[in-house]
């Protein structure tokens, strides 16, 4: 019993870290139904820069601020340089430019950073567990949650609250008639770029103090992909409710699938489970169901 | 886009002579000079190192030929086709090594070309075990159930079991000798060359045959409206089905191909990149037939040629050579990237161009 709950927490903490990078994904889905495949190395460069400025001296909080900035402008510079002159081609065009710009930004990372794994040195949360009652949580699972909660907040209340969110909102919901209210497209589609880099980046941050940071991380960005697709591809909630369960599947098959299926059971399930899961419903539990007619 | 406009003058009369196998007598003349340039010609000029090389051409090509029947000819878009490959590759493998074979067919040296067609049945098959969500979804969906396929199939299965066959670690060793076609045991590059260029021309004219027959004809009313495909009556989850056999077919035979090209065969072999790299060639070479082998052509020549350009460069620059696999990433990225957004039509297009340029010329109105 205590094994099972250790399991369950363990999978909500590293799902919130899914769930952040997952709701990036959504978005710019939602806003320029783009399918991003580059999701992962974004990650991995918002993991590599959080921790170049941090071995650089930079206290831990301000290089992730570093790297939101830095986010931003790398978003930026992708949407204009790559997918703006891609808007209403064909999904086979589109998602094959970010595989394009996956290998790119993964050869970028390797030639930059070399293929080592590094850690966050010396270490930003201490490796003692703490206890609540018989759950022993590890210190960096529980504040990468934290602040992936925080994020996450901070972005539902952008897109709430504030006049570019709504805009975002309204040129998700229905382009033309956002353009004909004086909504730039071109600003939308950057700005979901910007954020979603952003989300990405700590995502890659937090998941490098667990395990440290190397080229793997990119596999973060692949784990992303069951998650949006058990949530439905353009919900919000179905992020966060895709990733956490993302995260608390893979460990549970992690914990008592692996005597049975011995090696790398934990990494395919998230896989397996999605292939089935479209079987029986392709469109996720909140995604938009596309109704074709001639 | 595929066909080629017919020289002046040149008209058919008969609506069989649209679908003929060649369409007059020059093209005829040109496709046996083609053949005898690669049989013969070829194997003469080019040194040891540029048939790797071509074995190398060779491989991308069966590869991406599977892939430009789902892609190209179906519109069912996947990035999984190197599982496919891999389980030729494993099934070959696994039949030439611990398959009681009878004394004459090894003594025929049979056990080979065998197992090239159970390993293409096999991987056709597993390719249809992967390709039943197509019944139900399409587009972004399939591209996942296509990457499932590849994770659970190589990074799994293959990893964890079937590596793990025999016990001795991770990697099937094939000694030379084991490999056979009758009397000539595959020992150098040359034998190997004439392996490939056998295999591909084979699979090129089953591809080429099938696509101008019924079903070919029932895959390209699917890829390009489904919808109206049923309506007129095709059944639209066999041919999706059939599509996924067949491209599995063909990638089963590139890797048992791939068997005989390399002395130990491993799960790493058979990446994800794979998959990726096999869209990127038909993306970059075009449509049709032509545009898979132009695409391997191109992608394969380009990298080598990169690889010899970093070698002096490497004197001055020690990096480059430490970090080639990067760079090479980097420019397959890069060429993906430029060749969507520049060049849509890939490389076959203006192939096509040009050919037609002269079939019509000199009154090209």
Known sequence: MELFFMTLTTGIMVGGIYALVALGWVLIFKCSGVLNLAMGELTLIGAYVTLSFYSMGVPFVLSILCTLIIGIVLGILIERIFLDKLIGEPILAVIMVTVGLSFFLKGLVGFIWGTDTRVFEPAIFSLKPFTIGFLKISIVYFWSFVLAIVLFLVFVAFFKYTRWGLSMQATADDETAALSLGVSARFVYAASWAIAFMAAGVGGALLGNINGVNISIGYLGLLVLPAVVLGGLNSVPGAIVGGLTIGILQNFAGTYLDGFFPGGVKEIFPFAFMAVFLLFKPYGLWGWIKIERM | ?365
Request: glycine residues 10%.
């Open chain 2, 1 to 365: 886009m595929s066909r080629v406009w017919l020289p002046c003058g040149d008209y058919h009369q008969r609506y069989t002579e649209d679908q003929g196998w060649w369409q007059t007598n020059v093209i005829k003349g040109k496709m046996i000079f083609l053949l005898l340039i690669v049989f013969v010609v070829f194997p003469l000029i080019l040194d040891e190192y540029w048939i790797g090389v071509a074995n190398m051409v060779g491989y991308t090509a069966l590869g991406a030929l599977g892939v430009q029947l789902l892609i190209g000819y179906a519109g069912l878009i996947t990035l999984g086709h190197a599982a496919f490959i891999a389980v030729g590759a494993y099934t070959s493998t696994l039949l030439i090594l611990k398959f009681p074979w009878p004394e004459f067919i090894l003594n025929l040296g049979l056990a080979y070309p065998i197992s090239i067609l159970v390993a293409a049945i096999v991987a056709g098959l597993w390719s249809v075990l992967f390709g039943l969500p197509s019944a139900r979804v399409k587009g972004f969906y399939l591209i996942l159930t296509t990457m499932a396929a590849q994770f659970i199939t190589v990074d799994f299965i293959l990893t964890q079991y079937v590596s793990k066959i025999g016990g001795r670690g991770q990697a099937f060793s094939l000694p030379p000798g084991t490999i056979k076609i009758g009397p000539w045991a595959m020992e150098t590059d040359l034998q190997v060359y004439f392996v490939m260029i056998t295999l591909l021309t084979l699979t090129i004219i089953m591809m080429a045959n099938l696509l101008r027959s019924r079903v070919g004809r029932a895959w390209i009313a699917i890829r390009d409206n489904d919808i109206a495909a049923e309506t007129l009556g095709i059944n639209i989850i066999w041919y999706k089905l059939l599509n996924f056999f067949v491209a599995g077919f063909i990638g089963g035979i590139a890797g048992a191909f791939w068997v005989c090209n390399c002395a130990a065969l491993s799960p790493e072999h058979f990446p994800w990149f794979l998959s990726l790299w096999l869209v990127g060639v038909i993306l970059i070479g075009g449509a049709g037939i032509d545009g898979a082998i132009f695409g391997s052509i191109f992608m394969v020549v380009i990298m080598e040629l990169l690889q010899m350009a970093s070698i002096p460069l490497g004197e001055h620059y020690p990096r480059i050579l430490f970090d080639f696999a990067f760079i090479k990433e980097m420019a397959f990225g890069l060429a993906i990237c430029a060749f969507l957004i520049y060049e849509p039509r890939g490389l076959s297009y203006r192939w096509w161009q040009i050919k037609n340029y002269f079939n019509l010329w000199p009154f090209s109105y």
